[in-house]
């Protein structure tokens, strides 16, 4: 199966930050990448598709870039909801699997 | 607005059989194309994509876990189920059920997850 690093694993920011995720995996994986934000007791949220797609309602400071096997997730301003847990998954290759998750934390 | 809700046991006995349900409103699991699949989290873990279940009912299971998985649909009431049986320890973690929309591209939305703990 295609392992997913993400880095950091955890990342203190305050609101108005700017922060960059990254997901790297062991092979190429083309564009399939998504990304999620998960909050505590909640089910994960879809943020973007097709590693640069923007999901329908998903505000505009989250963008996704790469192909291949590096991919980075980018909040270009932080906002006190976004303090949460991200995950990136690959759908290029069978089984889809995950990343082990990037929390963010408020500093 | 389409919304899943996992259902089942909290506590399974080692060796048991695990089973959940996943009742989906604001969609059809017979939608075409569409698949419905299985997540889960260890505590204070990374997510495991245990299978999926298309609206044909071919289902595709996680080789790790295919041996003991079996995963179907209920037209009657709009559900998804997991059964995974022999369970052990490390089966405890929060199960989701998910929406794939997307031909196997993204799962949107998830259910809000049940936490399902082996223990004697």
Do not use: H
Not at chain 2, 13 to 32: M, R
Not at chain 2, 38 to 60: C, D, F, H, M, T
Request: aromatic share 10%; hydrophobic share 35%.
């Amino acid at each position: 199966a295609i392992q997913l690093t993400q880095s950091p694993s955890s990342l203190s920011a305050s609101a108005g930050d700017r922060v960059t995720i990254t997901c790297r995996a062991s092979q190429g994986i083309a564009s399939a990448v998504a990304w999620y934000q998960q909050k505590p007791g909640m089910g994960p949220k879809l943020l973007i598709y097709d590693a640069s797609r923007l999901e329908r309602g998903v505000p505009s400071r989250f963008s996704g870039r790469g192909s291949g096997t590096d991919f980075t997730l980018t909040i270009s301003s932080l906002q006190p909801e976004d303090f949460a847990t991200y995950f990136c998954q690959q759908f290029n290759s069978f089984p889809p699997t995950f990343g082990q998750g990037t929390r963010l934390e408020i500093k | 607005q389409v919304q899943l809700q996992e259902s089942g046991p909290r506590l399974v006995k080692p060796s048991e059989t695990l089973s959940l349900t996943c009742t989906v409103s604001g969609d059809s699991i017979t939608s075409d194309g569409y698949s419905w699949n299985w997540i889960r989290q260890p505590a204070g873990k990374g997510l495991e994509w245990i299978g999926r279940v298309y609206s044909n009912a071919v289902a595709n299971y996680s080789p790790s876990l295919q041996s003991r998985l079996t995963m179907s649909l209920d037209t009657s009431k709009n559900q998804f189920s997991l059964r995974l049986n022999s369970v052990t320890a490390a089966d405890t973690a929060v199960y989701y059920c998910a929406r794939d929309p997307s031909f196997g591209r993204w799962l949107d939305p998830w259910g809000q997850g049940t936490q399902v703990i082996v223990s004697p």
